[in-house]
Nanobody, 114 residues
Framework: QVQLVESGGGSVQAGGSLELSCAAEGQLFSNNAWGWYRQAPGKEREVIATMTKRGDTTYADSVQDRFGVMAISRARVILRMNSLKPEDSAVYYC?????????WGQGTQVTVSS
């Protein structure tokens, strides 16, 4: 069983930066694919960044060139968010796709004020 623990959310002014962390508690036996999602009030959850097992990354157009995913270890990834905008305000979730299944973090709130 794997649990993902997210941290690093908070409030920031437009133009600021935040770094979110997603750490797995429990054993991950190999490299896995990771994803970052967000959900704003009244909107569906959307994928904003992914990292394959090989470390290749993709980004949604809305965050391209502002957000970056980095693997710190086999069990932890971070999402660096720069030049934040009010429309980036949402609950952010991470997930990891393992051979045993897909696991989700509990979500962390990011609020960007203008």
């Amino acid at each position: 069983q794997v649990q993902l623990v997210e941290s690093g959310g908070g409030s920031v002014q437009a133009g600021g930066s935040l770094e979110l962390s997603c750490a797995a508690e429990g054993q991950l036996f190999s490299n896995n694919a990771w994803g970052w999602y967000r959900q704003a009030p009244g909107k569906e959850r959307e994928v904003i960044a992914t990292m394959t097992k090989r470390g290749d990354t993709t980004y949604a157009d809305s965050v391209q060139d502002r957000f970056g995913v980095m693997a710190i270890s086999r069990a932890r990834v971070i999402l660096r968010m720069n030049s934040l905008k009010p429309e980036d305000s949402a609950v952010y979730y991470c997930n990891v796709d393992t051979r045993a299944g897909v696991y989700w973090g509990q979500g962390t709130q990011v609020t960007v004020s203008s």
